[in-house]
């Protein structure tokens, strides 16, 4: 069992938008911090955006500031990654992530943002 499985990618126009989803199973995600990170072709893996795990407390990476809004529902054990005014250089796969005492990570999903 996959214990997270990202949905929601696919290719967009600059200006644009995509809701990306994250399922979780298998462990007790309420007590998770939950994150997003991405990484472009060449490039290390970066985070993007992260929440605790009541949902209480958001960061996100400067460069994504203004334009993208994490959020979790734990009834559902799912964590969203609403991307507005998306930019060519936002153009990666993005990964969720859940850490605590231990960390899983999900296989991915690709944006790209192209005209």
């Known amino acids: 069992q996959v214990p997270l499985v990202e949905s929601g990618g696919g290719l967009v126009q600059p200006g644009g938008s995509l809701r990306l989803s994250c399922a979780a199973s298998?462990?007790?995600?309420?007590?998770?911090?939950m994150s997003w990170y991405r990484q472009a072709p060449g490039k290390e893996r970066e985070l993007v955006a992260a929440i605790s795990s009541v949902g209480d407390n958001t960061n996100y990476a400067d460069s994504v500031k203004g334009r993208f809004t994490i959020s979790r529902d734990n009834a559902q054990n799912t964590v969203y990654l609403q991307m507005n005014s998306l930019k060519p250089e936002d153009t990666a796969v993005y990964f969720c992530?859940?850490?605590?005492?231990?960390?899983?990570w999900g296989q991915g999903t690709q944006v790209t943002v192209s005209s």
């Open positions: 298998g462990f007790t995600f309420r007590e998770y911090v």
């Open positions: 992530n859940a850490r605590n005492s231990v960390a899983f």
